[in-house]
């Protein structure tokens, strides 16, 4: 199993980019599709953004064409580049291992959350 360590957060104006890294340890990175999560205060976790071992991408519309993620395989590391940010972005953000699975809308989440790196936009 895939363990993985999110950084990268911190305060950035509205307008603003941040880049967060999430280090891979382990073996099987290459063969792990990575998600990014975020929770707001008071709000559940949402999905942000996909990326599987191929490099395919998926993105929850409310980023979509502000933010990229992309994965360095020889790196172990799972990036998300957030720009344009918005105080609504305003979140901590995790990554997590998960698997697509046929005709769900949403991926299964494998292991445990870990401690996420906080993301704070001013206005």
């Known amino acids: 199993q895939v363990q993985l360590v999110e950084s990268g957060g911190g305060l950035v104006q509205a307008g603003g980019s941040l880049r967060l890294s999430c280090a891979a340890s382990?073996?099987?990175?290459?063969?792990?599709?990575i998600g990014w999560y975020r929770q707001a205060p008071g709000k559940q976790r949402e999905l942000v953004a996909t990326i599987s071992t191929g490099g395919t991408t998926n993105y929850a519309d409310s980023v979509k064409g502000r933010f990229t993620i992309s994965r360095d395989n020889a790196e172990k590391t799972v990036y998300l580049l957030m720009n344009s940010l918005k105080a609504e972005d305003t979140a901590v953000y995790y990554c997590?291992?998960?698997?697509?699975?046929?005709?769900?809308?949403?991926?299964?989440?494998?292991?445990?959350w870990g401690q996420g790196t906080q993301v704070t936009v001013s206005s």
């Open positions: 997590i291992n998960v698997a697509w699975r046929p005709s769900s809308a949403t991926p299964l989440v494998i292991g445990a």
């Open positions: 382990g073996s099987t990175f290459h063969l792990s599709a």
